[in-house]
């Protein structure tokens, strides 16, 4: 059973440009979520899927960010016109509906951008 | 709203000390889950404990044991013998389920150095 896996791992862009991430979760969860991690914080939740559809947004994801799950299975986030502030860690996580696992989120490694 | 407070930025142990990391949360909802995360310097979120807020019975898994007050809106997290290898960040994290929202509100940390 391999863990969530996220592309790239570092991502340098300047300011203006345009950049996209991909998550690839557990093969059998049917949740998925995106959150963004800065440098002594916890993560904070951006958005989430379950199976194709987006359930969730926070007030975080300003109209420069999308993200997509096309088909119920890997993730895309896209950050356009990056900013300085969106330098962070974006996390990945996913998740199963089992009755006794409610809840339990396994994360990836991330993807650290910076943006200069 | 939601908020998980630790207190404890960073704590320095030696090892085989026993070290109690402190998690304080507020939340609205009557049904909620909490979590504790580790994240090692490898930068990957471990997931260690989900707790029901039905269930305040404390757990124990090895030398890790986990402390849910109810009354004290508390879910502490005890290293008995620690080792090294238990240096990380240490997150706690909350989710209401009232609404039928999917988000980990997450605390921003702890770091803990275990010396040899």
């Known amino acids: 059973d391999t863990g969530v896996s996220q592309n790239p791992r570092h991502k340098i862009t300047k300011r203006g440009q345009n950049v996209t991430f991909r998550c690839d979760p557990i093969?059998?969860?049917?949740?998925l979520y995106w959150y963004r991690q800065t440098l002594g914080q916890g993560p904070e939740f951006l958005t989430y899927f379950q199976n194709e559809a987006q359930l969730e947004k926070s007030r975080l994801l300003s109209d420069r960010f999308s993200a997509e799950r096309p088909k119920g299975s890997f993730s895309t986030l896209e950050i356009q016109r990056t900013e300085q502030g969106d330098s962070a860690m974006y996390l990945c996580?996913?998740?199963?509906?089992?009755?006794?696992?409610?809840?339990?989120?396994?994360f990836g490694p991330g993807t650290r951008l910076t943006v200069t | 709203a939601q908020k998980v407070t630790q207190a404890q930025t960073e704590i320095s142990v030696v090892e085989k000390e026993d070290v109690t990391l402190d998690c304080v949360y507020e939340?609205?909802?009557?049904?909620?889950?909490l979590f504790w995360y580790k994240q090692p310097p490898s930068g990957e979120l471990v997931f260690l404990i989900r707790r029901n807020s039905f269930d305040e019975q404390n757990e124990i898994s090895g030398r890790y044991s986990w402390n849910f007050q109810k009354s004290t809106s508390s879910f502490n997290f005890t290293i008995t013998a620690s080792q090294v290898v238990d240096s990380a960040v240490y997150f706690c994290?909350?989710?209401?389920?009232?609404?039928?929202?999917?988000?980990?509100?997450f605390g921003s940390g702890t770091r803990l150095q275990v010396q040899p």
């Open positions: 939340t609205r909802d009557t049904t909620y889950y």
């Open positions: 996580a996913s998740s199963l509906a089992t009755i006794g696992r409610e809840g339990e989120q396994y």
């Open positions: 994290a909350l989710r209401g389920m009232d609404t039928g929202r999917r988000a980990l509100t």
């Open positions: 093969s059998e969860h049917n949740r």
